[in-house]
């Protein structure tokens, strides 16, 4: 017995020993990882059940975010701010800088929220993190003490179309640490595969630095966010721009039923669709960069149970106040929507709170969620709202 104590006592001071060289608390658990990248603005979190893509704002080039590897500290709800200028206290509130979360990784660095939303996706901090307030209130219930942060600085990433295409997305080195060369994007464009002629590369390469993100593959493509919506465009003699179907029904995973009506050419046996068509029949807006052969697709993209089901022009991501069209998702949910000239808007029979926006009728997601326990999550980093039935 007193043996089988003496290996026991062993045992336990072996792992003691590797906690303490490996720098690990058990406390801490399964740790999530919260990965900042300075050049795409953008943060991913990687826990155990999920992850997730934020946008954020990031340093200042006289200011930079200090990158490395490190973990969170501590956590405040409604911090004060100091100034470092003059030493005034602000307390939390709407002048507060730091918005009403903050969590802290490395000496006066921390991530937190913002009183100026339109700052998110540019360099405008003094070092520090910035988020919408809904995303880092979200995010701050997700992380815990210890978790870690990686605060690295990558400028290329290859991205993937729905069909397959590839492109290569090359943000700016703002921090000027010599990535995006010419030798070292034309490596990236090899190792991934990426065929594009010396000309179509001079022509982009002119943008480098400048153009954000700078997007390289022969021929147009188009793209949205951070994403790559196709990379096979179709241009007509007469100058107009189609898309691959595929890309198209894959991206928004849309309904053949929908766009069989759309005006279509069919190429080497692959069929595309016109974007004004697209556009008209969306609500989705596309922007022409003849300069870099990209088309921009732009819009808030609101999907039902899986499938596209509006776009909405009224979306405020610092607060979740985004609204959705009325008639569209009532009707696409198999309910009644009628209109009463003294009630206002009546499903199945009942008067609902709404709001009128350039002569539509919209719900509040939030209202709409808790009307009728649906699961609505909102995607900043790629302007989607995903609503879901229970």
Same mark, same amino acid.
């Given at each position: 017995?007193?043996?089988?104590?003496?290996?026991?006592?062993?045992?336990?001071?072996?792992?003691?020993?590797? /906690?303490?060289?490996?720098?690990?608390?058990?406390?801490?658990?399964?740790?999530?990882?919260?990965?900042?990248?300075?050049?795409?603005?953008?943060?991913?979190?990687?826990?155990?059940?999920?992850?997730?893509?934020?946008?954020?704002?990031?340093?200042?080039?006289?200011?930079? %975010?200090?990158?490395?590897?490190?973990?969170?500290?501590?956590?405040?709800?409604?911090?004060?701010?100091? %100034?470092?200028?003059?030493?005034?206290?602000?307390?939390?509130?709407?002048?507060?800088?730091?918005?009403?979360?903050?969590?802290? &990784?490395?000496?006066?660095?921390?991530?937190?929220?913002?009183?100026?939303?339109?700052?998110?996706?540019?360099?405008?901090?003094?070092?520090?993190?910035?988020?919408?307030?809904? #995303?880092?209130?979200?995010? &701050?219930?997700?992380? %815990?003490?210890?978790?870690?942060?990686?605060?690295?600085?990558?400028?290329?990433?290859?991205?993937?179309?729905?069909?397959?295409?590839?492109?290569?997305?090359?943000?700016?080195?703002?921090?000027?640490?010599?990535?995006?060369?010419?030798?070292?994007?034309?490596?990236?464009?090899?190792?991934?595969? /990426?065929?594009?002629?010396?000309?179509?590369?001079? @022509?982009?390469?002119?943008?480098?630095?400048?153009? #954000?993100?700078?997007?390289?593959?022969?021929?147009?493509?188009?793209?949205?966010?951070?994403?790559?919506?196709?990379?096979?465009?179709?241009?007509?003699?007469?100058?107009?721009?189609?898309?691959?179907?595929?890309?198209?029904?894959?991206?928004?995973?849309?309904?053949?039923?929908?766009?069989?009506?759309?005006?279509?050419?069919?190429? #080497?046996?692959?069929?595309?669709?016109?974007?004004?068509? /697209?556009?008209?029949?969306?609500?989705?807006?596309?922007?022409?960069?003849?300069?870099?052969?990209?088309?921009?697709?732009?819009?808030?993209?609101?999907?039902?149970?899986?499938?596209?089901?509006?776009?909405?022009?009224?979306?405020?991501?610092?607060?979740? #106040?985004?609204?959705?069209?009325?008639?569209?998702?009532?009707?696409?949910?198999?309910?009644?929507?009628?209109?009463?000239?003294?009630?206002?808007?009546?499903?199945?029979?009942?008067?609902?709170?709404?709001?009128?926006?350039?002569?539509?009728?919209?719900?509040?997601?939030?209202?709409?969620?808790?009307?009728?326990?649906?699961?609505?999550?909102?995607?900043?980093?790629?302007?989607?709202?995903? /609503? @879901?039935?229970?």
């Amino acid at each position: 017995m007193q043996a089988l104590h003496a290996k026991n006592r062993i045992i336990v001071v072996f792992v003691i020993f590797i /906690i303490l060289a490996f720098n690990v608390t058990p406390s801490y658990g399964f740790t999530n990882t919260i990965t900042v990248n300075i050049p795409s603005r953008t943060i991913y979190f990687v826990s155990q059940n999920m992850s997730k893509l934020y946008p954020i704002a990031v340093g200042k080039i006289v200011s930079t %975010s200090p990158l490395g590897t490190y973990r969170i500290m501590n956590k405040q709800v409604n911090p004060k701010w100091v %100034s470092p200028w003059n030493g005034e206290v602000v307390p939390s509130g709407p002048d507060n800088p730091l918005g009403y979360r903050w969590m802290g &990784f490395y000496s006066d660095y921390g991530i937190h929220g913002n009183n100026m939303p339109s700052s998110i996706g540019t360099l405008a901090s003094s070092g520090c993190i910035r988020m919408y307030e809904a #995303d880092v209130e979200e995010l &701050f219930d997700m992380v %815990s003490y210890g978790d870690i942060v990686n605060v690295v600085y990558q400028t290329i990433f290859p991205k993937t179309s729905p069909t397959g295409g590839m492109a290569l997305f090359v943000y700016p080195d703002f921090y000027k640490k010599g990535l995006n060369t010419r030798q070292h994007i034309e490596s990236e464009l090899q190792n991934y595969g /990426i065929k594009i002629s010396d000309d179509t590369f001079r @022509k982009l390469y002119k943008y480098i630095n400048v153009k #954000d993100p700078l997007v390289f593959s022969e021929g147009y493509k188009v793209i949205r966010n951070n994403e790559l919506v196709s990379s096979d465009v179709y241009r007509s003699q007469d100058g107009q721009f189609y898309i691959h179907v595929g890309d198209l029904k894959g991206y928004l995973s849309i309904d053949e039923e929908k766009i069989k009506d759309l005006k279509s050419v069919l190429v #080497d046996n692959v069929n595309y669709v016109n974007i004004d068509d /697209i556009a008209n029949l969306t609500g989705l807006k596309f922007v022409v960069d003849n300069n870099t052969n990209t088309i921009k697709m732009i819009g808030n993209i609101i999907y039902y149970d899986g499938k596209f089901l509006s776009t909405t022009n009224y979306a405020d991501y610092q607060n979740r #106040d985004i609204y959705i069209p009325i008639k569209e998702f009532f009707t696409a949910a198999g309910h009644m929507v009628e209109w009463d000239p003294q009630k206002g808007v009546i499903v199945d029979g009942k008067s609902i709170k709404y709001k009128l926006y350039e002569s539509k009728s919209y719900i509040n997601q939030k209202d709409l969620r808790s009307l009728y326990g649906l699961d609505i999550t909102v995607d900043s980093s790629s302007n989607k709202i995903y /609503i @879901k039935r229970d």
